[in-house]
């Protein structure tokens, strides 16, 4: 959950379509100033330069406006793999223009814990927890030297799990 917060934060600044402005004035955007471009007059092409970055400056300045790579909307998605958070893959299209939708991610196991059942929850270096949600007998073992886990989006918004080459198990994420 603790990356699931800043990721929305980020996606919400991203997704406010105005930055900073009075009530009767136009939303400002990269846009805005790449408008100035097409103004012949260098008079006036400069006042609306000088015009439209002073406003998105002002904007980032105050927090109404953040400018967010792509690489970290990748972070983003990955950190939330798992979740169910629905505006997240449009907002991040309409960002960046496709949809790049995350089917798999493999990260550093920090720590498996077993049930008196014999089912795991796996801990990731990153933070995500995971629960097996199946009957499924997995093996793991520390001194063997498994280092990671795949989880893979599966059918039904359902996921699977392996560790390093091992069998899928299903498993359904809770932190």
């Not at 012949?40 to 970055?53: G, I, N, P």
């Amino acid at each position: 959950m603790k990356h699931v917060l800043p990721a929305m934060a980020i996606f919400t600044a991203m997704a406010a379509p105005a930055l900073a402005q009075a009530p009767d004035e136009a939303p400002v955007s990269t846009a805005t100033v790449y408008a100035c471009a097409d103004i012949e007059s260098d008079t006036d092409r400069l006042a609306c330069y000088d015009s439209a970055v002073g406003r998105l400056k002002s904007a980032e300045e105050s927090g109404d406006a953040v400018v967010v790579t792509r690489r970290e909307v990748e972070e983003v998605r990955r950190d939330s793999f798992g979740f169910s958070i629905p505006s997240l893959p449009g907002l991040a299209s309409s960002v960046f223009g496709k949809d790049e939708k995350i089917d798999e991610v493999t990260y550093p196991i920090a720590s498996v814990q077993s049930t008196a059942r014999g089912k795991f929850y796996v801990t990731l270096e990153n933070g995500q927890v995971w629960q097996q949600i199946d009957n499924k007998s997995v093996y793991y073992s520390a001194k063997r030297g498994v280092e990671n886990a795949t989880i893979k989006s599966a059918a039904l918004g359902s996921y699977m799990m392996k560790f390093d080459d091992g069998v899928l198990f299903r498993v359904e994420r809770v932190k």
